[in-house]
């Protein structure tokens, strides 16, 4: 993600609200990026994630007005939008559900003699089984590189009751690792 | 900081201290250094973090895949015409001139496709029209004389 001056950010936004159009492009070619990551590691799909990272900037554009930069950081209510889409997306494919019934990773995903093309697989297995609002606090956090705070403002819950996820889902992707070690 | 509240921040954030909230990065620093039995337990956060990371370039799209969906959000947003505007594109395009041709023509296409669907209510036959035709004629006729 390109950082930029609070006040910069400020200056654009204002001007997308005033239908700047070169403001907005601006503004989308740094936010598309990590915007179409997030969908794409929530989603783990990414055709899904392009529709979704489109709908997030077409909703920018139309609904800007709504969007206070003094509030918040661009970047924290872009995610936030993805985010409500993915669980949206979720809801209609009742993947919910699915996940919390998917098998367990088996220990022979383990072994020494894995490449780390299989070791990632195996860790975004891992990631995927964990409950959905742990697997997006650590998504946010940890990939995303929000800080506690944003990621709380996107999944609107408290920074403890963040922390609080993200420490489970720490814990159980550690035991998880430490069981099934060779 | 006592080690209760270092294990609950390095279950949270992991071993990289940078990824800890700023309030409580230089009190973890001091405490790792003033108590060096806790490094132990940042090693192996630092194992989860390892295996989370090989995931970090794993989802980036390259920037050149990524053109074509920015170019299909401006088209949605930035870039979308009226109706209307599409219309007017299409009656007055610079690499052809049938099309004001044939938005000349639409009146008249309207005006037939509306004549062949309204049904009047009442059918002549081709008899019914000779026959008309003749008492036509038979009037003129009396008239005349």
Redesign the interface.
Known sequence: MIEQKPDQEAVLITRVQAGD?AA??LL??QN??VI??YA??MLDN?AEA?DV??EV??RF??KSKTFDPKKAKLSTWLHQIAHNLCMDYFRKQSRLTELENREEPTSALLENDLD?EQ??EY??LL?SNLPERQRSA?IL???QGL??KQAATILDISVDAL?SL??RA??T??KT?MEQSP | MNKVKFDHLLATYGAELEKWPEEHRITAKLALTSHSDWEKDVNDARHLDNHLDSLLSSYSVDRSELAGLEQAILDKTIYKRSALDQFLDWMAPAESIWHPALAACLPILVGLSIGLMVDIGEQYSLEDELTLTGLESATWEIRDE
Do not use: D, G, V
Request: glycine share 0%; net charge positive; proline share 3%.
């Open positions: 159009s907005f492009q989308l070619q598309l990026p179409h990551q794409n590691r990414s392009a990272a489109q900037f077409i554009w139309r780390q070791r990632t860790m975004k990631i650590l956090c940890h990939y800080s506690n922390e993200l420490s720490r814990r992707l550690k690792l």
